[in-house]
């Protein structure tokens, strides 16, 4: 492990993500809270005067390998976690450093999961900060410090330590234009979103911080009643619309900037992920009919519900608790396909289902004809070996992380409903859960260890577990490794 290029690239990278909560700290003067601008003006000073001694440091030995890119991923999602969970705390408005932290996490992940029980008594700067947190984190901390970065040999490392999915290739020859070129069409996408909710009638300052939330599919809003606060079947419509946008694989854009449209059209995984939305979108329709009695209304919320909960954004314009159980079930589903690989979304990957399905297909052909010689492909490419077995090994601690975390859970005594939900929404970075955690529920009646183990879980989701669970690997940080 080459500790000197890891405490340097981290350090960067922290100096960098200082920067940013001076744009919050701006909100907070706009509209006259001069002691939240203070708060984060503080904490931005705090995090910067601790970050520039060591990013100062250039390490003599600069060789970096996968290893070093996902430990600074690591250590740098949880010291900015951390970071960012300090203006809650240190403002008043979550006095409980570890619900503060929980709340820095949920957003930061782009989770939407919250312990706040009246969000609109927040102040401005507050609410900004919140949705900021999961516009930055959607793309991601360490994506946007590449792009922002002097040329760097290493970019692609730590681009794949932090991007999701089972593949991470460069879009250009020069990985922090790749990081430059993601954040152009992130940035874009999201200004188009601004205006589209605006034209809505949604207010400016709500259409920001709704379209930040819907960008990094996290999901938090600035009223109690989420998206539903605003009852406009258009507001719905473009928030179904552009979740779907942010749920595709990011690489897809580039190739239509670039005029690559063959690339877009026979990509299987958007193929998938469309049909998934579609056929669960029919069958919540038809299942709810019975509750909305019409099949407009009815279409409506699942329409939207299907989109949020697959996207991962989280954004609720109805109490799916009260909806059948078939119903239920299948958002759950959702909850673990999840997006594209390559999206701002969270869950499994539809990329992964693919490949999952696939090799289980290709194991039934083996076992029928033994001696014929077979591949998995995707886009007419056959697939590695390496990425089908990284597959595997991905479901197994995947699995081990949701169940170890079940068990931890239960400690809490609550309802298996609620326990297997809770879990499920935070390793997949959903928000809401169901049964306690619904739609229409919070996560603030939960204990401090609850809430840890649960804040452990965004953060595995995120990260898709390997850079936080090597941290804890004593063979990663011998020197000679």
């Known amino acids: 492990m080459n500790k000197g290029i890891v405490f340097h690239y981290l350090s960067r990278a922290m100096l960098i993500g200082s920067v940013l909560f001076l744009i919050p700290s701006a909100v907070s003067l706009y509209f006259r809270e001069y002691f939240c601008a203070g708060i984060f003006l503080l904490v931005g000073i705090c995090v910067a005067a601790i970050s520039l001694p060591f990013s100062l440091i250039h390490p003599k030995n600069k060789n970096m ?54 969000i609109e008594t927040l102040p401005k700067g507050m609410l900004f900060w919140r949705s900021f947190t999961h516009w930055v984190g959607g793309m991601g901390v360490l994506v946007l410090a590449v792009a922002i970065m002097p040329s760097s040999s290493h970019a ?114 958007l193929k998938v992920y469309l049909s998934i939305f579609a056929i669960f ?18 279409f409506r919320y699942a329409v939207f519900q299907v989109a949020s ?35 701002t979304g969270g869950g499994f990957k539809v990329q992964r289902f693919v490949i999952l399905c696939k090799s289980g297909a290709l194991s039934m052909r083996k076992m029928l004809h033994p001696n014929s010689i077979n591949s998995i492909k995707s886009d007419d490419k056959t697939m590695n070996e390496e990425t089908v077995y990284g597959v ?40 809401p859960g169901m049964n306690q955690v619904g739609p229409m529920e919070n996560f603030s009646f939960l204990s401090d260890f609850s809430k840890i183990v649960l804040t452990a879980d965004m953060l595995l989701g995120r990260l898709e577990c390997l850079p936080l669970l090597i941290l804890f690997a004593p063979s990663v940080w011998r020197k000679n490794f």
């Open 65 to 118: 390998f996968a290893r070093e890119g996902m430990v600074i991923a690591a250590l740098l999602w949880v010291l900015f976690s951390i970071a960012g969970g300090m203006p809650f705390y240190l403002s008043g408005c979550i006095p409980n450093f570890c619900d503060a932290v929980f709340e820095s996490v949920s957003g930061f992940t782009t989770t939407g999961s919250t312990i706040l029980t009246d």
């Open 156 to 269: 692609l490392y730590l681009m794949r330590a932090e991007c999701p999915g089972p593949q991470v290739s460069k879009l250009v020859p020069k990985g922090k234009f790749s990081a430059l070129y993601l954040y152009a069409i992130y940035t874009g996408l999201t200004i188009v979103t601004i205006i589209l909710l605006a034209a809505g009638g949604m207010p400016l300052f709500d259409s920001i911080c709704h379209a930040m939330g819907i960008a990094g599919t996290g999901g938090f809003s600035i009223k109690n009643a989420g998206i539903a606060y605003y009852n406009s079947p258009y507001l719905e419509g473009v928030v179904t619309v552009t979740m779907l946008l942010f749920g595709i694989n990011f690489s897809l854009y580039y190739f239509m900037l670039i005029r690559r449209f063959r690339e877009v059209r026979k990509n299987t995984e």
């Open 281 to 298: 979108t029919v069958f919540i329709m038809i299942n709810t009919q019975s509750i909305y009695h019409t099949v407009g209304k009815a």
């Open 309 to 343: 909960i697959m996207t991962s954004t989280g954004f609720a314009t109805a109490d799916y608790n009260q909806w059948p159980m078939f119903s239920q079930m299948l958002l759950l589903i959702l909850m673990y396909i999840g997006a594209c690989g390559g999206s």
């Open 392 to 431: 595997m090994h991905y479901l197994i601690l995947y699995l081990g992380i949701v169940l170890a975390s079940m068990l931890l859970l239960s400690l809490n005594d609550l309802d298996f409903g609620t326990t297997i939900s809770a879990v499920s929404t935070c390793v997949n970075n959903i928000g």
